[in-house]
């Protein structure tokens, strides 16, 4: 029906325009690589399955909507979904994995998420870490957008470099760049907000 050299931005703009059968091919083209990243990260088949659903639904409803602007980088943009909704069962689970440093040199020396370890806590202990969290999450937040999603696939999924660089499009280098450039600017936040993120 389609030649397999039409790209998926032709498929995208076939089907916003109302041919069903561009979005099969687009489904088709796309689906094992999202669903094994999915698969990767959550280790759950059937969790796997639902999150790829919800993936496809939420694809589905913003390309209806006419809110889909990534020109040339649908896959990119698909698997930005997925790894949100597994940030959201993650967070929902209270499973969030908070990474160190790895293997120690893939990041810049200062690593905000190295002081933020779960140990023996105590209630008071405890509603302090949760603050603290809250306040890691909303620099996070301020963050530009392409450093803001490679901390949140590093430390909130425990993705690799290699992973994230797949999923981004980008090379390994350019990620851990945005890594590093994502880390000095959390420090200059934490410095300008003046805030403690130790619950000693």
């Known amino acids: 029906m389609f030649a397999e050299k039409v790209d998926d931005q032709t498929l ?6 109302g041919q069903e059968s561009a979005f099969e091919k687009l489904l088709r083209r796309n689906q094992s690589k999202v669903f094994g990243y999915i698969m990767k990260m959550v280790k759950d088949e ?3 399955n639902d999150i790829f659903q919800d993936t496809f639904v939420k694809v589905v409803r913003t390309l209806k909507n006419g ?12 698997m930005r979904i997925a790894h949100n909704l ?10 969030m994995p908070i990474a160190g440093r790895g293997n120690g040199n893939e990041d810049d020396d200062f690593d905000i998420f190295n002081i933020l370890k779960i140990e023996d806590q105590n209630i008071e202990d405890e509603i302090i870490y949760s603050q603290i969290l809250n306040d890691v999450r909303d620099l996070v937040e301020l963050l530009p957008e392409d450093q803001k999603e490679v901390v949140k696939m590093r430390h909130y999924v425990g993705m690799s470099f290699k992973d994230i660089s797949e999923a981004t499009n980008v090379s390994i280098n350019t990620s851990l760049g945005r890594m590093r450039y994502a880390l000095i600017n959390l ?13 000693s």
Not at 67 to 78: A, I, S
Not at 86 to 95: C, G, L, V
Request: charged fraction near 40%.
């Open 46 to 48: 059937d969790l796997a």
């Open 86 to 95: 597994i940030i959201d069962h993650f967070r929902k689970e209270k499973k």
């Open 67 to 78: 809110k889909y602007n990534e020109e040339g980088k649908f896959l990119p943009w698909v």
């Open 12 to 17: 995208v703009s076939l089907y916003i325009n």
């Open 187 to 199: 420090r200059k936040l934490i410095e300008e907000k003046e805030l403690s993120l130790t619950s």
